[in-house]
Structures are given as C-alpha cells and as structure tokens.
C-alpha cells in the first residue's frame, strides 16, 4: 500500500520550485500516512473445556492511500502443544468480498514480506514478541487468505476474521495473541499491521496445570521430556515469600515415580543435588532424570515430584510454598 | 629440403603425448580417535558449562564406537558406526548393540584449525533437539 505515483509528485515540485527542498518530508508524509490496519475488536470466551473449540472473531478495518493488490495475513499466538497449524480453520468477510473467504497456513520456511528472509512464525516472535506468555512453548502460526484481493485508494474495508481452534485435552493457562498483516509490506511498519493480546485464557482440561500466566515458584524446562533428556529445574523464590528466602544454598529434594510402580529418592544434600545459584533468590539445577537416579536400562521414570530444602535438609519449600511436593509427568506431546 | 621438412614435422608430432592429469579426489574422512564434547545446546539452550560433558568421552574405530561416561546421546551403548558417504559424509549413523540404527545430520568443520564434528539428535522426545560439538582428544 505503500506504492506512490512519482511522477504526479514531479509534475508538481516542477510547477512549485521553491518546495524542492521540502521534497523528502513530502514524499516521507505521503508514504507514512498511506495505509493503517487495525483490529478493532476481539471477541474471545474467556474458557473452554479441553478438546472443544475455540471459537474467536477479529473485526478488522483497513484503510488505504493508494490501490494495491495483496493477500491478506492473519496469524495466532498458541501453545504448541494445541498443534494450530493442524487443527485450525480461519474464514473471513468483508465489505468487498461475498461469502466467506479461505485462508490456509503458510507452510513453513516461506519469508515473509520484508522479513530478511526470516519466516512469518521468525518475524512474529521478533517483532510482536510472545504476549508475555512466560513458558517458552509457544507458536504463532500464520495464514494467508487463498486468493489475492485488489483494493482502490483511499478505501475503508471492514472484514471480520472468524477463528475456530480445536484445543488440546490439557489443562491450561495462556495469553492468546492476534495479528493481523498483508503480503505486500508484512511487518515491515507498525502501521501495516496490528496485533492483539485480549490477557490469560483458560482450558478447563486434564492433567497438571500448564500456566502460562502466572510466575511460577518452580519451572521444569522443557516443559515435555523424557527421562533421557536433560532437565532444568528454576527455583524462583522471588514469585513469593518462602521459608527459603534469602537461603546460602538451596538443595532439590527429588523422587522418582518408575513405570513398574517402583520409585526411587535422591535428597541428600550433597554437591550433587545443589542447586546453582541465579542471584534474586533464583535457583536452578540441570539434570538428566536417567542418570540422576542411577536407572538401569530396564527402568523408566513416569513422573517427579520434588521440594527445594536448605542445607540442613529440613527447611522444604513445596508447592505454593508449602508442604506438598511440586510434581512433572514425563510426556511427550 | 622437402624430406627434412617432412622429418622435422614427423618428429614434432612423436614428441607430442597426451598428458595425463590426476584428478584429485576427495579423502576418506578420518573420525578414528577419541572425542570429547567442547559444546553442547538443547532447543537452542547452550549447556555446555552447566552440565557435567566432560567426562564423556567417543571412542571411534574404523567401524565402531564405543562410550565412556554417558550423558545424554544419540545412542547410550557401544556399537557400529558408518558415514552416509565417507568422502563427502551428510550423515552419521549409529548402530548400537542390539539396537536399530540411528543417523543425525552431520557437520564437520574445522575451527581453529581443529576438526569438530556436530551432531542434532533427540535423545528423549523428539520436540527437544539437541546438538553437540565434538572435538578430538589430543
């Protein structure tokens, strides 16, 4: 939207030489003032139930300077274990179409317009960021509309986005986010797109909580492993007052729950179970789970549940700082 | 006169040879030796010195590898090891003891006039990439 008649400008600056050099400013102006997208509204439920669909609608108004013809970008901001690329259908209306349009995922790897060769997912997470969403196991996924649409200069369209996401059967907290674009400029200038957080939405599902919203006194990175992985454990007391508060050392008190029904304890405080030191009363241990507990090749670990002591042991920090341990299922999703 | 000419010509030609020109070739690459891991990142997370690597240790013959000190790996026994192409290798495939074969994307550039070998496995869940740097132990 961004294309300027030259030659029109030209024209004029022959027929006005005392503006030649108020040229640039004129041209820059025209160029900054020629299009703006916004979404006006998000119309979202604040919950849903785990494996239902999530139905969101976008009211969009673009205005344009000058004509172009572009395909329309919407893009969401999901966890990834919803797996969104796979299980989401995005329609939109409009002033100037009839009848709902499609729009389909743009495959992976595809640059986006004036994004250094970086793909739509890349350039969102750089420049809209994550909607401070505070585990890092999210996505945005983005979509182009199936066909290319002409519209005139100085043109006010109203679309309407409709969004159906079918969620995963997890039990969730996250801060959805919007964004809405076209094929020519991309994100290249704030006022060629415009994106949206509506704030924490809920899955009323199964399992552990997976809370995107809230700081957390414990954190295991990644949030899916096995037990072949290495796993990092923060312990973040500055989330709230603990008994740990201001602790030389903080120690991670683990057990191990195995497949067969069996479960296995490390909590002695030892250099092996202490915990490094972040600064602000963060703490963090990196451990890979198989060898942590000395499991031999026939046993598999289903689940940890752990505390964070201090040196002496008798100091236990659980869950929501209190007596009960904080607990992680090895899964993969 | 005319049969020097036609001497001299015929001369000239039996002293022209073809000649012919070795066309270098790519050496079979070499991995034999020991190996130690110098850097090591989960889904982009540099780990290296916040886990314990350096006791690991790869210990490759002409066809086979075997493992001290395991840490999280493409493979955790001892076994059989194979370039996908041992001029221009892409891949390297591991094939423990008892175990089906497993192959990771391979790199082998040489940094500070060290050969380094680079790996991207997923030892646990397959959302979780993890990539090492292995250096030979002089």
Redesign the interface.
Known sequence: MKTIYFSNILRWLKAHPSYYWKAPGIILLLVIASCSITIDSVVQPGSVNGGDILPVTLNVTIQTNQGQTSKFMVAVLVPKIWKASQNTTITFTSDITSGDQPMTVIPAGTPAPNGNGLDWPTYLVNKIGNGGNLLNDYEWVAFYSNAAYAIGGNVTVHATVSIKIKTSPDNLLFKLGYCVAESTDGLSDPQYYNSNFPGCFAVNGTGDLIDFCNPQLAVIDPRTSQDNDIITITFDGGVTMTLLNNAPQVYLCAKGYLTNGDSVSVCAQTTDTEMRNLGLNRWQKDLWPRGYFHLSDDQHLARLSYFFTDASGTVMVGYGGGSDPFTYTFKCQ | MKQLFLAIILIAFAACKPERMAIPSEPMKDINGNWQIIKAT??G?D?TT??KFTQFRIHFTDSTYTIDS???FIV?KSGRWAFDDPHYPFSLSFTATDSATKSSPLLYPVVGGQRNIIITFS??????A?QYTLQKVN
């Open positions: 989960r889904n997370t780990l916040r886990f395991l840490v999280p955790s030892p646990g869940c397959t959302s979780n993890y």
